[in-house]
C-alpha cells in the first residue's frame, strides 16, 4: 500500500504520513469508495499502469474539455497543486472515462447532474462545455437539469440552469445556430 502513495506524491515527499490520509480522502471522495479498494487492493499494478493511465487521460481530458483549457491548467500547476492535476488526469480521465460502459456523452450527463448535486459551479461550468462538446444537445442538458430540481433542489438546479444559459449560449453563437 505505501507503494502507491509514493507514487502519487512522489519518492520526495518528506512529510508522507501527514498526506496518507489525506490522499486516502481525495482518492474515496473523488473516485468513490469501490474504486479506491481496488486500487489498494492491485497496489502493486498501480505503478505499471500509471503512466499509461494519465497518456490515455490527457487523450480523453483533451478531448471532453478542449486542448487550451487542459493545456492552460497543466501549464499553471504549482508544486502544491501538480499532484492532483496528475491525479484526476490518471484516476478521473485515465481510469473512469476510458472505461468501455458508457459513452462520452452519457457520463456527461452524469457529471452535470452530479455537480449540480454537489453545488460545484466552477466544475459545472467547465463539464457543460464538455458535455456540449461531446455531443449532448441544449434539451437534454435541460432535462438533466430539471430532473435535478427534483431529486437534488430547486436552488442548485436554479443556479446550475444559469451556468449552462451562459455556456449554451456562448456555444450557439459560436457555431452560428
Known amino acids: 500500500m505505501p507503494d502507491l502513495f509514493l507514487i502519487l506524491l512522489g519518492s520526495e515527499c518528506k512529510y508522507f504520513l501527514k498526506f496518507t490520509k489525506f490522499i486516502i480522502l481525495v482518492l474515496t471522495e473523488y473516485c468513490g469508495l469501490y474504486t479506491m479498494f481496488n486500487i489498494i487492493k492491485n497496489t502493486n499494478k498501480v505503478g505499471v499502469c500509471m503512466e499509461n493511465n494519465f497518456e490515455k487521460g490527457l487523450k480523453v481530458r483533451r478531448s471532453v474539455l478542449g486542448e487550451d483549457y487542459v493545456n492552460k491548467s497543466l501549464n499553471n500547476a504549482t508544486d502544491f497543486n501538480r499532484p492532483m492535476q ?60 430539471l430532473q435535478c430540481a427534483i431529486y437534488v433542489g430547486v436552488p442548485a438546479a436554479v443556479d446550475s440552469f444559469r451556468t449552462a444559459n451562459e455556456i449554451i449560449s456562448e456555444h450557439l453563437q459560436e457555431n452560428n445556430t
Do not use: D, M
Not at 481510469?95 to 459513452?103: A, D, F, K, S
Open 86 to 145: 496528475q491525479l484526476v488526469t490518471e484516476y478521473c480521465w485515465g481510469e473512469i472515462w476510458t472505461r468501455p460502459g458508457l459513452e462520452k456523452k452519457t457520463r456527461s450527463l452524469l457529471n452535470l447532474a452530479i455537480l449540480t448535486a454537489l453545488n460545484r459551479p466552477h466544475e459545472f461550468k467547465t463539464h457543460t462545455t464538455g458535455a456540449l462538446r461531446n455531443g449532448c444537445t441544449p434539451e437534454e442538458i435541460q432535462e438533466v437539469l
